[in-house]
Protein backbone atom coordinates (compact mmCIF):
# COMPACT_ATOMS: atom_id res chain seq x y z
CA UNK A 1 0.00 0.00 0.00
CA UNK A 2 2.55 2.72 1.25
CA UNK A 3 4.67 1.64 -2.15
CA UNK A 4 1.14 2.08 -4.28
CA UNK A 5 1.22 5.80 -2.22
CA UNK A 6 4.83 6.54 -3.12
CA UNK A 7 4.27 5.28 -6.58
CA UNK A 8 1.34 7.25 -7.10
CA UNK A 9 3.36 10.80 -5.44
CA UNK A 10 6.18 9.98 -7.72
CA UNK A 11 4.50 9.53 -11.14
CA UNK A 12 2.21 12.69 -10.08
CA UNK A 13 5.74 14.56 -9.32
CA UNK A 14 7.52 13.37 -12.55
CA UNK A 15 4.13 13.72 -14.84
CA UNK A 16 3.35 17.46 -13.33
CA UNK A 17 7.29 18.73 -15.06
CA UNK A 18 6.35 17.51 -18.37
CA UNK A 19 6.34 20.22 -20.58
CA UNK A 20 3.21 21.64 -22.55
CA UNK A 21 4.15 21.11 -26.35
CA UNK A 22 4.32 23.82 -28.03
CA UNK A 23 1.88 24.34 -31.16
CA UNK A 24 3.44 25.21 -34.29
CA UNK A 25 3.10 28.68 -35.21
CA UNK A 26 0.01 29.65 -36.68
CA UNK A 27 -1.88 26.79 -35.52
CA UNK A 28 -4.55 28.25 -33.28
CA UNK A 29 -5.22 30.67 -36.10
CA UNK A 30 -5.76 27.42 -38.28
CA UNK A 31 -8.33 25.72 -35.29
CA UNK A 32 -9.91 29.29 -35.84
CA UNK A 33 -9.72 29.03 -39.42
CA UNK A 34 -11.53 25.60 -39.17
CA UNK A 35 -14.55 26.87 -37.08
CA UNK A 36 -14.79 29.96 -39.29
CA UNK A 37 -15.31 27.63 -42.68
CA UNK A 38 -17.44 25.11 -40.62
CA UNK A 39 -19.96 28.36 -39.81
CA UNK A 40 -19.90 29.79 -42.76
CA UNK A 41 -20.77 26.05 -44.34
CA UNK A 42 -23.77 26.02 -41.54
CA UNK A 43 -24.82 29.16 -42.11
CA UNK A 44 -25.35 28.79 -45.98
CA UNK A 45 -26.77 25.67 -44.80
CA UNK A 46 -26.60 23.70 -48.65
CA UNK A 47 -28.36 20.30 -48.98
CA UNK A 48 -25.47 18.47 -48.72
CA UNK A 49 -23.85 20.35 -45.96
CA UNK A 50 -26.64 19.68 -43.66
CA UNK A 51 -27.49 15.98 -45.00
CA UNK A 52 -23.02 15.57 -44.27
CA UNK A 53 -23.36 17.36 -40.85
CA UNK A 54 -26.15 15.56 -40.14
CA UNK A 55 -24.25 11.88 -41.07
CA UNK A 56 -21.60 13.27 -38.74
CA UNK A 57 -23.62 13.94 -35.55
CA UNK A 58 -25.60 10.53 -35.96
CA UNK A 59 -22.15 8.65 -36.29
CA UNK A 60 -20.84 10.85 -33.53
CA UNK A 61 -24.14 9.88 -31.42
CA UNK A 62 -23.67 6.09 -31.82
CA UNK A 63 -20.20 5.66 -32.02
CA UNK A 64 -18.09 9.18 -30.81
CA UNK A 65 -15.11 9.72 -31.59
CA UNK A 66 -14.93 7.31 -34.48
CA UNK A 67 -14.40 8.01 -38.19
CA UNK A 68 -17.44 8.44 -40.20
CA UNK A 69 -16.65 5.02 -42.48
CA UNK A 70 -17.36 2.68 -38.86
CA UNK A 71 -21.03 3.24 -38.00
CA UNK A 72 -21.97 3.53 -42.23
CA UNK A 73 -20.01 0.58 -42.09
CA UNK A 74 -21.86 -1.43 -39.79
CA UNK A 75 -25.23 -0.18 -40.87
CA UNK A 76 -24.07 -1.78 -44.15
CA UNK A 77 -23.30 -4.84 -43.15
CA UNK A 78 -27.14 -5.11 -41.23
CA UNK A 79 -28.74 -4.04 -44.35
CA UNK A 80 -26.27 -6.87 -46.29
CA UNK A 81 -27.58 -9.61 -43.59
CA UNK A 82 -30.83 -8.46 -43.27
CA UNK A 83 -31.55 -8.41 -47.74
CA UNK A 84 -28.95 -12.05 -47.36
CA UNK A 85 -32.38 -13.71 -44.90
CA UNK A 86 -34.78 -12.22 -46.96
CA UNK A 87 -33.03 -13.54 -49.76
CA UNK A 88 -32.84 -16.88 -48.43
CA UNK A 89 -36.41 -17.10 -46.27
CA UNK A 90 -38.92 -16.17 -48.61
CA UNK A 91 -41.55 -14.03 -47.45
CA UNK A 92 -44.47 -15.84 -45.29
CA UNK A 93 -47.19 -15.10 -47.42
CA UNK A 94 -47.84 -17.19 -50.02
CA UNK A 95 -48.00 -16.70 -53.54
CA UNK A 96 -50.60 -19.35 -53.76
CA UNK A 97 -54.35 -17.90 -53.41
CA UNK A 98 -55.93 -18.42 -49.84
CA UNK A 99 -58.08 -20.85 -50.01
CA UNK A 100 -61.40 -20.13 -49.97
CA UNK A 101 -60.58 -16.82 -51.19
CA UNK A 102 -60.09 -17.56 -55.21
CA UNK A 103 -60.63 -15.19 -57.67
CA UNK A 104 -63.41 -18.04 -59.09
CA UNK A 105 -65.61 -17.56 -55.84
CA UNK A 106 -65.25 -13.93 -55.93
CA UNK A 107 -66.59 -13.12 -59.04
CA UNK A 108 -69.79 -14.80 -57.52
CA UNK A 109 -70.22 -11.82 -55.08
CA UNK A 110 -72.50 -8.76 -56.43
CA UNK A 111 -72.22 -5.77 -54.18
CA UNK A 112 -75.93 -6.30 -54.72
CA UNK A 113 -78.10 -9.49 -54.43
CA UNK A 114 -78.21 -11.13 -57.58
CA UNK A 115 -82.16 -10.94 -57.70
CA UNK A 116 -81.96 -7.58 -58.22
CA UNK A 117 -82.79 -6.71 -61.81
CA UNK A 118 -79.36 -5.55 -63.60
CA UNK A 119 -81.23 -2.04 -65.11
CA UNK A 120 -81.43 -0.54 -61.58
CA UNK A 121 -77.36 -0.82 -61.90
CA UNK B 1 -22.10 20.30 -11.75
CA UNK B 2 -20.68 23.20 -12.91
CA UNK B 3 -19.13 22.85 -16.30
CA UNK B 4 -16.81 25.87 -17.14
CA UNK B 5 -17.23 25.04 -20.87
CA UNK B 6 -20.80 24.55 -20.91
CA UNK B 7 -21.61 28.45 -21.74
CA UNK B 8 -19.15 28.75 -24.05
CA UNK B 9 -19.73 25.17 -26.41
CA UNK B 10 -23.57 26.35 -27.23
CA UNK B 11 -22.25 29.63 -27.78
CA UNK B 12 -19.72 28.20 -29.76
CA UNK B 13 -22.17 25.47 -31.51
CA UNK B 14 -24.62 29.64 -32.57
CA UNK B 15 -21.52 30.28 -34.48
CA UNK B 16 -20.22 32.92 -31.67
CA UNK B 17 -16.29 33.07 -32.84
CA UNK B 18 -15.56 34.47 -29.42
CA UNK B 19 -17.01 31.73 -27.50
CA UNK B 20 -14.74 29.36 -30.16
CA UNK B 21 -11.34 30.75 -29.97
CA UNK B 22 -11.58 30.79 -26.13
CA UNK B 23 -12.38 26.88 -26.07
CA UNK B 24 -9.68 26.63 -28.79
CA UNK B 25 -7.71 28.45 -25.86
CA UNK B 26 -8.19 26.97 -23.24
CA UNK B 27 -7.90 23.09 -24.62
CA UNK B 28 -5.13 23.15 -26.91
CA UNK B 29 -2.07 23.21 -25.40
CA UNK B 30 -3.20 19.90 -23.00
CA UNK B 31 -4.72 18.26 -26.09
CA UNK B 32 -1.70 18.88 -27.89
CA UNK B 33 -0.19 17.66 -25.02
CA UNK B 34 -1.57 13.97 -24.86
CA UNK B 35 -1.71 14.12 -27.96
CA UNK B 36 1.68 14.09 -28.49
CA UNK B 37 2.60 12.04 -25.85
CA UNK B 38 0.42 9.38 -27.28
CA UNK B 39 1.81 9.48 -31.04
CA UNK B 40 4.90 11.12 -30.98
CA UNK B 41 4.91 13.19 -33.74
CA UNK B 42 3.43 16.52 -34.04
CA UNK B 43 2.01 17.00 -37.31
CA UNK B 44 0.10 14.01 -36.71
CA UNK B 45 -0.75 15.46 -33.12
CA UNK B 46 -2.06 18.66 -34.61
CA UNK B 47 -3.84 17.08 -37.37
CA UNK B 48 -5.28 14.96 -34.46
CA UNK B 49 -6.34 18.13 -32.32
CA UNK B 50 -7.73 19.68 -35.52
CA UNK B 51 -10.21 17.01 -36.26
CA UNK B 52 -11.27 17.32 -32.50
CA UNK B 53 -11.99 20.56 -33.10
CA UNK B 54 -14.13 19.83 -36.12
CA UNK B 55 -15.77 17.25 -34.32
CA UNK B 56 -16.74 19.74 -31.37
CA UNK B 57 -17.90 22.02 -33.81
CA UNK B 58 -20.33 19.77 -35.28
CA UNK B 59 -21.44 18.48 -31.88
CA UNK B 60 -21.98 21.96 -30.35
CA UNK B 61 -25.00 23.24 -31.31
CA UNK B 62 -26.35 19.77 -29.89
CA UNK B 63 -24.71 19.49 -26.56
CA UNK B 64 -26.67 19.46 -23.55
CA UNK B 65 -25.19 20.76 -20.48
CA UNK B 66 -25.24 18.45 -17.17
CA UNK B 67 -25.58 15.58 -19.35
CA UNK B 68 -21.44 15.04 -19.14
CA UNK B 69 -18.74 16.75 -18.61
CA UNK B 70 -17.14 18.84 -21.30
CA UNK B 71 -13.82 18.09 -20.59
CA UNK B 72 -14.52 14.15 -19.99
CA UNK B 73 -16.34 13.69 -23.77
CA UNK B 74 -13.57 15.92 -25.43
CA UNK B 75 -10.62 13.74 -23.98
CA UNK B 76 -12.56 10.68 -25.02
CA UNK B 77 -12.47 11.91 -28.36
CA UNK B 78 -9.38 12.83 -28.65
CA UNK B 79 -7.99 9.32 -26.94
CA UNK B 80 -10.49 7.70 -29.79
CA UNK B 81 -8.42 9.78 -32.43
CA UNK B 82 -5.20 8.84 -30.69
CA UNK B 83 -6.18 4.77 -30.67
CA UNK B 84 -7.52 4.87 -34.74
CA UNK B 85 -4.65 6.74 -36.14
CA UNK B 86 -1.90 3.98 -33.94
CA UNK B 87 -3.80 1.09 -35.34
CA UNK B 88 -3.58 2.73 -38.83
CA UNK B 89 -0.09 2.39 -38.35
CA UNK B 90 2.26 -0.63 -39.50
CA UNK B 91 3.67 -2.87 -36.21
CA UNK B 92 6.77 -3.08 -36.17
CA UNK B 93 7.89 -6.42 -34.54
CA UNK B 94 8.70 -6.89 -31.07
CA UNK B 95 12.22 -8.37 -31.40
CA UNK B 96 13.06 -4.70 -32.86
CA UNK B 97 11.55 -2.57 -30.55
CA UNK B 98 13.78 -4.40 -27.55
CA UNK B 99 16.70 -3.19 -29.29
CA UNK B 100 16.34 0.11 -29.77
CA UNK B 101 19.44 1.63 -28.43
CA UNK B 102 18.74 4.68 -25.41
CA UNK B 103 19.51 8.03 -27.02
CA UNK B 104 19.03 9.53 -23.43
CA UNK B 105 20.93 11.65 -21.73
CA UNK B 106 23.14 9.95 -19.31
CA UNK B 107 21.68 9.48 -15.43
CA UNK B 108 21.72 12.73 -13.30
CA UNK B 109 21.66 13.36 -9.72
CA UNK B 110 20.69 17.08 -10.82
CA UNK B 111 17.91 18.39 -11.53
CA UNK B 112 17.75 20.30 -14.92
CA UNK B 113 14.29 20.79 -15.87
CA UNK B 114 15.09 20.44 -19.44
CA UNK B 115 16.45 17.52 -19.52
CA UNK B 116 14.39 16.19 -16.88
CA UNK B 117 11.25 17.00 -19.02
CA UNK B 118 12.42 15.32 -22.29
CA UNK B 119 13.38 12.32 -20.02
CA UNK B 120 9.85 12.38 -18.41
CA UNK B 121 8.23 12.39 -21.37
CA UNK B 122 10.93 9.48 -23.24
CA UNK B 123 9.62 7.42 -20.37
CA UNK B 124 5.67 8.09 -20.64
CA UNK B 125 6.53 7.37 -24.36
CA UNK B 126 8.21 3.68 -23.57
CA UNK B 127 4.74 3.08 -21.36
CA UNK B 128 1.88 0.82 -23.54
CA UNK B 129 -0.49 3.51 -24.74
CA UNK B 130 -3.43 2.56 -22.18
CA UNK B 131 -1.48 2.91 -19.64
CA UNK B 132 0.11 5.95 -20.97
CA UNK B 133 -3.72 7.59 -21.60
CA UNK B 134 -4.27 6.49 -17.73
CA UNK B 135 -1.31 8.21 -16.43
CA UNK B 136 -1.54 11.07 -18.59
CA UNK B 137 -5.55 11.50 -17.62
CA UNK B 138 -4.99 11.62 -14.34
CA UNK B 139 -1.25 13.03 -13.35
CA UNK B 140 -1.53 15.85 -16.06
CA UNK B 141 -5.18 16.41 -16.84
CA UNK B 142 -6.04 15.92 -13.24
CA UNK B 143 -8.93 13.87 -13.64
CA UNK B 144 -10.45 12.20 -11.38
CA UNK B 145 -10.41 8.17 -11.41
CA UNK B 146 -14.37 7.86 -11.93
CA UNK B 147 -13.76 10.63 -15.08
CA UNK B 148 -11.02 8.76 -16.36
CA UNK B 149 -12.36 5.57 -16.51
CA UNK B 150 -15.18 6.98 -18.46
CA UNK B 151 -12.96 8.44 -20.63
CA UNK B 152 -11.09 5.95 -21.12
CA UNK B 153 -14.46 3.39 -21.17
CA UNK B 154 -13.29 0.85 -18.97
CA UNK B 155 -14.26 0.11 -14.72
CA UNK B 156 -12.21 2.31 -12.10
CA UNK B 157 -10.96 -1.26 -10.89
CA UNK B 158 -9.19 -1.64 -14.53
CA UNK B 159 -7.89 1.93 -14.35
CA UNK B 160 -6.20 1.58 -11.19
CA UNK B 161 -4.26 -1.41 -12.30
CA UNK B 162 -3.14 0.52 -15.78
CA UNK B 163 -2.56 3.21 -13.20
CA UNK B 164 -0.41 1.00 -10.54
CA UNK B 165 1.66 -0.81 -13.77
CA UNK B 166 2.14 2.96 -15.29
CA UNK B 167 3.31 4.39 -12.59
CA UNK B 168 5.61 1.49 -11.50
CA UNK B 169 7.24 1.39 -14.61
CA UNK B 170 7.63 5.40 -14.63
CA UNK B 171 9.13 4.81 -11.37
CA UNK B 172 11.78 2.41 -12.21
CA UNK B 173 12.80 4.55 -15.38
CA UNK B 174 13.37 7.43 -13.52
CA UNK B 175 14.65 6.24 -10.25
CA UNK B 176 18.12 8.25 -11.31
CA UNK B 177 16.31 11.16 -10.72
CA UNK B 178 16.79 11.64 -7.31
CA UNK B 179 14.73 14.67 -7.11
CA UNK B 180 11.80 13.23 -8.14
CA UNK B 181 11.96 10.64 -5.24
CA UNK B 182 9.65 13.31 -2.87
CA UNK B 183 10.76 14.81 0.78
CA UNK B 184 12.82 12.10 3.06
CA UNK B 185 12.60 9.23 0.32
Avoid at chain 2, 11 to 26: C, E, H, S, T, V
Avoid at chain 2, 66 to 89: H, I, P, S
Avoid at chain 2, 119 to 141: S, V, Y
Wanted: proline share 7%.
Amino acid sequence: MTDDFSDQGFADRAVKRLPLVPPSPGFEAALLAAYDAWNAERRNGSWAAAWKMGLRRFSETIWPGAPIWAPASALAVALLVGAGIGAAWPAMTSAEPVPGFSLERTTSFSLLSPDMPQEDL
Amino acid sequence: MHDPDAEDVAKAGRGDRNAAARLIGRHTPKLLTVARRMLGAQAEAEDAVQEVFLRLWTHAARWQPGKAKFETWLYRVMLNQCYDRLRRRPTAPLEAAAEVADSGPPPHAGLDEGVLGQEIARALDALPERQKAAILLCHFQDCGNIEAAEILGISVEALESLLARGRRSLKTRLAHWKGLAGDGR
